[in-house]
């Protein structure tokens, strides 16, 4: 016979359970609810068994992007005879001098090096922090208004002195369309970025500047169609100085006039109405300071 404990708060007490007799376990598996639940276990018991033999297949996995080509088909992209060019096509005096360069296995540019006007000269970033964490400033916090700046002290007798600016590379800006006619910037060129070399007291010295184009891969070098029609325009102004370089002879009121040359000519005739012009002002003030009209003097 077994004992069961019951536990009443803190005592315990001990209840005989009877034993359950062959014939009442008998009837209860006779039971129609016993069968039922006997088959449901058994079905699932054999789902289970060929589950377990054959496992699902696992989904296929996508397809791997096709990676892109590490160096582009021709390099470098391109030679000295672009950055001939490109040199010029910047006006400098004296004129730029512009080489191509190799920066890495699959990117090369041209190097440009000038000589700086007298007002534009290499300057210190001496404000430079290379801890400062770059933060975007925020275009919703309004900003008061700046304050007027004191006008710089002039003094009309002295001739104008430009202030020193730091350099700039040419055509360092990006165009929003390539191929505009009105803007020449970076990309107009076929270039992904320009840097100007840093400070040095060499450069200082001799006020002198260097720029880097890099072409990105695959990049195409091309000449913007404005410093094409420049250059057009140019070609035709050699054209006219060559013309007006040569011998000139001519003939006014059945007078020969010769020159060594059209321009040489027309620089004396300049020269000579210009003293007869300041001649005729000087007369005409006299004559008006005398109450006279000048009416007759034209």
């Known amino acids: 016979m077994l004992w069961t404990v019951v536990l009443f708060g803190s005592v315990a007490l001990a209840a005989p359970v009877p034993r359950r007799s062959f014939l009442a376990t008998a009837f209860r598996a006779a039971r129609s609810s016993s069968a039922d639940q006997l088959h449901r276990w058994s079905a699932a018991s054999a789902d ?49 001098t512009c080489v191509h360069v190799i920066l ?3 990117v090369d540019g041209c190097q440009c090096s000038m000589v700086l006007p007298a007002s534009i000269n290499p300057q210190p970033n001496n404000l430079y922090n290379p801890f400062v964490v770059p933060i975007a400033p925020d275009p919703s916090i309004p900003v008061p208004q700046a304050m007027p700046t004191v006008p710089p002290p002039s003094n009309p007798a002295m001739p104008y002195n430009p202030p020193p600016t730091p350099p700039k590379c040419p055509f360092s800006n990006v165009c929003a369309d390539a191929n505009d006619f009105e ?116």
């Open 183 to 298: 803007c020449v910037g970076l990309n107009s060129w076929g270039f992904s970025q320009s840097a100007l070399a840093d400070y040095s007291p060499a450069a200082a010295a001799l006020n002198q500047a260097s720029c880097t184009y890099v072409m990105a891969p695959y990049g195409e070098f091309k000449v913007p169609e404005k410093v094409i029609s420049l250059w057009h325009l140019n070609k035709k102004l050699i054209k006219v100085f060559e013309k007006l370089s040569k011998p000139f002879v001519t003939v006014c009121s059945d007078k020969e006039v010769t020159a060594k040359s059209h321009q040489l000519w027309c620089k004396e005739t300049v020269e000579k109405w210009k003293v007869l012009r300041t001649l005729k002002e000087n007369k005409i003030l006299k004559t008006r300071s005398r109450g006279h009209s000048s009416d007759s003097l034209f």
């Open 104 to 106: 890495a296995e699959n």
């Open 48 to 96: 289970y068994m060929v589950a377990s033999a054959e496992p699902a297949p696992a989904p296929a996995a996508p397809a791997a992007p096709t990676p892109p080509q590490p160096l582009p088909p021709v390099f470098p992209v391109i030679g000295q005879d672009e950055c001939t060019l490109f040199q010029e096509a910047v006006l400098v005096e004296p004129s730029a």
